[in-house]
């Protein structure tokens, strides 16, 4: 019984580098979140996915921030040009998304960025 | 422009006693609100939440109050241990749609024993 999976723990890029961030959802779980936590904050949402769709990108901060999930389940998430302020660790999390109730979303470990 | 807000960064209490972490919320859309616990170098693991139609949800050790005029929302442990000992997040959410969480800062909780 997997949880949630984030690959690579652990990124370190210089400026203005690309990265890409994986996660890897509990499986069967429809719906898959994009958080960003700096330190001393909370997560912060970035992106929503239901199935294979972004259902709701308006946390992405700008256009070098995108996301995908081709298949509706692995998502990789893209940064661009990095900055040193997309320091952060990067959160996804999963849920189920019932027809009813609230559905509890499964946090994965995270990925920390560090960007010199 | 913080929604959820945590304002104590920390609680220290003894082994036994009762912890009481508090949160304050400015959206009233806010319709669900939860209590998430982290570890160091873990995600963020659930741990307890209320509907706003409700005042009180309790689940063993723990118990959330809500209380919607006020916009506040408290949790208390009790008894606490030290296990308890982690970082907590208040968070906040409006059902239908994405239902994306909004957290606070967070309050780093230490129970000694």
């Known amino acids: 019984g997997a949880g949630v999976s984030q690959t690579p723990s652990n990124k370190v890029t210089e400026k203005g580098k690309y990265v890409e961030l994986r996660c890897d959802p509990i499986?069967?779980?429809?719906?898959l979140y994009w958080y960003r936590q700096s330190l001393g904050q909370g997560p912060e949402f970035l992106i929503y996915?239901?199935?294979?769709?972004?259902?709701?990108d308006s946390g992405l901060p700008n256009d070098r921030f995108f996301a995908v999930r081709p298949e509706g389940s692995v998502s990789t998430l893209k940064i661009q040009r990095t900055e040193r302020g997309d320091s952060a660790v990067y959160l996804c999390?999963?849920?189920?998304?019932?027809?009813?109730?609230?559905?509890?979303?499964?946090f994965g470990p995270g990925t920390r960025l560090t960007v010199l | 422009d913080q929604q959820v807000k945590q304002n104590s960064p920390s609680l220290s209490v003894q082994e036994g006693r009762i912890s009481i972490l508090n949160c304050d919320y400015t959206?009233?859309?806010?319709?669900?609100f939860l209590w998430y616990k982290k570890y160091p170098a873990e995600g963020p693991t659930f741990l307890i939440s209320?509907?706003?139609?409700?005042d009180k949800n309790e689940d063993g050790r723990f118990t959330v109050f809500l209380n919607k005029s006020a916009k506040h929302l408290s949790l208390h442990i009790v008894p606490s241990q030290p296990g308890d000992s982690a970082v907590y997040f208040c968070?906040?959410?409006?059902?239908?749609?994405?239902?994306?969480?909004?957290f606070g800062k967070g309050m780093k909780l230490t129970v000694n024993p």
């Open positions: 999390a999963s849920s189920s998304r019932g027809t009813s109730g609230v559905d509890e979303q499964f």
């Open positions: 968070a906040a959410m409006t059902q239908g749609g994405s239902e994306k969480l909004v």
């Open positions: 996915f239901q199935g294979t769709g972004a259902a709701d």
């Open positions: 209320i509907s706003s139609i409700k």
């Open positions: 499986s069967g779980h429809t719906a």
């Open positions: 959206n009233s859309m806010f319709d669900y």
